[in-house]
């Protein structure tokens, strides 16, 4: 397999796993990841369906990224702007018709599900490097434009501006949108080492 197919792959991979992770998250209904807190916050005031909303935030923030850092916009930035939302939305329709009343117990599965897929589905699709999602790009460029700040803290930085401005607009706030706000830079970054590094060059990363 030549590295560019193994990169379309992953970044295919990648962001598919990431519209799952939000459908997890959803019937948890312990809380989105920031992004999504923010995104279902400000969905909530328009008449959109979700999928449809969501592909037009991404847009405006991709105009924002073309501005700033044009080389993190390629095919998973595309695929994320066009078809997350609605593998999300898919992802939660299916996982209610399969669970329609999920116990606390495997509520807290699917968070843990959520949590870690979402993670690993980020890590993954960063490393195919061949472009990222709009939000995922904001604190990758923060990060790239100064060396003072490690890449994790700007990204609980900007999370938790998210969680603020969602949970301000009604979004629901809860224990999976504080670990996500708070751990999940450390996690991408774990699983980036572990996981993703191995998948495109066979070997891991310090």
Partial sequence: MSEM????LMTVLGVSASGVAVGFFSLSGMGFDPFQCFSHGVWSLTPLDFGTFYAIVNAVLLVLILLVNRKKVGLGTLINLFLLGYIAEGSEDLLRLLVPDPSLPM???FLVIGINLLCFASAVYFTGDLGVSTYDAVAITIAEKQTK???????????LVCVGIGFALGAPVGIGTLVTAFFMGPLIDLFR???AEPMRYGRRTQ
């Fill in 5 to 8: 197919t193994r990169r379309v």
């Fill in 107 to 109: 509520r807290f599965l």
């Fill in 149 to 159: 700040v490690p890449f994790h803290l700007i990204r609980i930085g900007t999370d």
């Fill in 193 to 195: 080492r572990t996981a």
